[in-house]
């Protein structure tokens, strides 16, 4: 059986783009991660948790554990420089914008490992998973 070029280049460019999504900057990594995955990451407690949504947002519902330091903060920048960047840390928002700009900052400013929650909170609780208030 012959294959046609057209089905070979559909076939690799499906399998490249169902890869997770990392992107690395010298020692640093961001990954794209699932609800299940940053539910595994926080049982085993080993990540910081930052939730980058807005206080208001916050209060109505977010992850239990969850530090909350708002991406639209003026003082933003000075306030995510306080976490320890030595050690991982997830971050999340409401979809992911948010929580994707501010990973890109962190990867600039030396966290050596972060976890960006695909799809944020209405991810998680679309899958079921508690949020508290």
Not at 18 to 25: A, H, I, L, Y
Not at 27 to 49: A, F, N, P, R, Y
Not at 58 to 81: C, M, Q, S, V, W
Request: aromatic share 10%.
């Amino acid at each position: 059986m012959k294959i046609k070029p057209f089905l070979l280049i559909a076939f690799i460019s499906l399998a490249f783009l169902s890869c997770k999504e990392k992107q690395t900057e010298g020692d640093s990594v961001v990954e794209l991660i699932t609800v299940e995955e940053m539910d595994s990451l926080l049982d085993m407690g080993k990540v910081q948790l930052i939730d980058v949504r807005t206080p208001k947002e916050y209060n109505e519902g977010h992850i239990e554990g969850a530090t909350n330091i708002d991406f639209r903060d003026e003082n933003f920048k000075d306030l995510i420089d306080k976490a320890d960047k030595s050690k991982p840390v997830a971050v999340y928002c409401g979809r992911g914008g948010r929580s994707g700009k501010c990973s890109t900052y962190m990867k600039k400013a030396g966290f050596t490992k972060i976890y960006d929650l695909d799809g944020g909170i209405t991810e998680w609780k679309f899958k079921g998973k508690k949020v508290v208030k």
